[in-house]
DNA sequence: CTAGGATCCTGTCAGC
DNA sequence: TGCTGACAGGATCCTA
C-alpha cells in the first residue's frame, strides 16, 4: 500500500518523536516480521532516517540500521509515553450517535499522543498492541513504536549500517523520478517494450515510488492508457509521464501523504484523504473531473486499474 | 535478458 | 447463516 509519500511522511513524523531516543526493547510477535538479531538495536540511539523508494532506513548508533518495507498492509504507529497514562477507553463504538461527542474527544486525545502512517485502518486509533502488530519497539522515557502489518508481507530488519546499500532490494532500486532525466525514462521504457506501460513503471528497477494508486493517477495526468505497450510510449509521452510521478506524488508529500489514514472528522465519522486527491483511483463510476466521462475500473498487470476511456489514449 | 503468472498472508465483501 | 471465490495501495520467484 504505502507508497514512496505515504513513506516520507512517515519519515518525517518519526523525525519529530523518535530522534535520538534511546532503544531499550525490541518485541517481535511474528518470526517472519522481524529479520535480524533484535539484541543489537536494543541499547541503541535514534540517530537518523533515510528512504530509498518505499523503504525506510532508520540508522541507530555504533552502526545498526532498521530497515522498514511496509509492502501491503504495514503501518507504523508511534505512541508517546503520555497516552499510556491516559488510554483506557477504547473508542469501539464510533460509529453511533448516542457516543459520537465522547467519543470524538478519545480520539483527538489519541491522535494528539500518536502519530501513525501506512496501510489505513482502525489500528490507527486502537489499542495497541493488538492482533496485527508484529513487532514493538520500546523506548527509554516510555515511547513506543508498533509495526502492524495484516498480511505479514512487511518486514523490519536489523543490519549493520555499512550493509543497507547492498541489501538485495535498495541495490537495484531506480532512482526517483526528480532525479531521472526525461531521455533515461524513455530508454528504460524501451528495455520493457512489449509490456503494458503501467506493469512498467510500477517496477521499482525501473522508476522507484511508484505503486497502484499513483501510477494510476500518473498516467491519468499524462492521458495514457495503462495497457499500451511500453516501447509504443513516444518521447514526449515518456516526459510528461515522467513529470506526472513528479507531480502526483510531490502534492501528495506536501498535503501529508495523500493516503494517509482515514482521518476522523469533527462528527466522529471518518474521511479518507484520497478521496479528495485522486482523479481516477478508486473512482470508478464517478464522472472525470476534466471532461465528465465516467471513470472505469479494470485489471492490467494483476493489479486494478482506474482510466478514464475518454482523457487517456 | 524479458514477460507473465503464481505466491507469500489475513481479512472483507459480494454472491449464492 | 454459512460457504466460496475474488480481491487487496507490493515485490519476488518461477517458468517459458
Known amino acids: 500500500m504505502p507508497e514512496l509519500p505515504e513513506v516520507e511522511t512517515i519519515k518525517r513524523g518519526l523525525q519529530g518523536f523518535c530522534l535520538n531516543k534511546k532503544i531499550v526493547r525490541v518485541?517481535?510477535?511474528?518470526?517472519?516480521?522481524?529479520?535480524?538479531?533484535r539484541e543489537i538495536a536494543e541499547g541503541r540511539t535514534v540517530e537518523k532516517f533515510r528512504r530509498f523508494g518505499k523503504a525506510l532506513v532508520v540508522d541507530l548508533s555504533e552502526?545498526?540500521?532498521l530497515m522498514v518495507h511496509l509492502r501491503m498492509t504495514g503501518q507504523l504507529v508511534w505512541v508517546s509515553s503520555s497516552e499510556e497514562e491516559t488510554q483506557q477507553e477504547e473508542p469501539s463504538s464510533i460509529s453511533t450517535s448516542k457516543n459520537a461527542v465522547s467519543n470524538v474527544e478519545i480520539i483527538k486525545n489519541l491522535i494528539k499522543n500518536r502519530f501513525a502512517g501506512g496501510h489505513p485502518s482502525d489500528n490507527f486509533t486502537d489499542k495497541l498492541p493488538n492482533k496485527q502488530t508484529r513487532v514493538e519497539i520500546e523506548f527509554e522515557g516510555g515511547g513506543k513504536l508498533f509495526f502492524n502489518d495484516q498480511r505479514k508481507f512487511g518486514f523490519i530488519k536489523i543490519l549493520p549500517t555499512d550493509e543497507v546499500l547492498q541489501d538485495k532490494f535498495i541495490a537495484s532500486l531506480a532512482p526517483e523520478p526528480w532525479k531521472m532525466e526525461a531521455e533515461d525514462f524513455y530508454q528504460r521504457l524501451q528495455r520493457?517494450?512489449?509490456s503494458p506501460i503501467k506493469a512498467v513503471i510500477l517496477d521499482q528497477k525501473v522508476i522507484c515510488g511508484l505503486g497502484n494508486i499513483y501510477a494510476d493517477?500518473?498516467?491519468f495526468y499524462a492521458?495514457?492508457?495503462?495497457?499500451?505497450?511500453?516501447?509504443?510510449v513516444s518521447k514526449t509521452e515518456a516526459k510528461l509521464?515522467?513529470?506526472?510521478?513528479?507531480e502526483v506524488m510531490e502534492k501528495s508529500i506536501n498535503s501529508g501523504g495523500s493516503t494517509m489514514a482515514t482521518?476522523?472528522?469533527?462528527?466522529?465519522?471518518?474521511?479518507?484523504?484520497l478521496r479528495l486527491f485522486a482523479q481516477v483511483f478508486r473512482r470508478e463510476g464517478e464522472p472525470c473531473n476534466r471532461c465528465g466521462t465516467e471513470i472505469i475500473k479494470t485489471r492490467v498487470a494483476g493489479r486494478g486499474t482506474h482510466i478514464c476511456p475518454r482523457c487517456q489514449k
Open 27 to 37: 518485541k517481535s510477535y511474528c518470526d517472519k516480521s522481524l529479520i535480524g538479531p
Open 63 to 65: 552502526g545498526v540500521s
Open 192 to 194: 520493457h517494450k512489449n
Open 217 to 219: 493517477e500518473a498516467l
Open 223 to 232: 492521458g495514457i492508457l495503462p495497457t499500451r505497450k511500453a516501447g509504443e
Open 241 to 246: 509521464l515522467l513529470k506526472g510521478a513528479c
Open 263 to 273: 482521518y476522523v472528522k469533527a462528527d466522529g465519522t471518518k474521511g479518507d484523504y
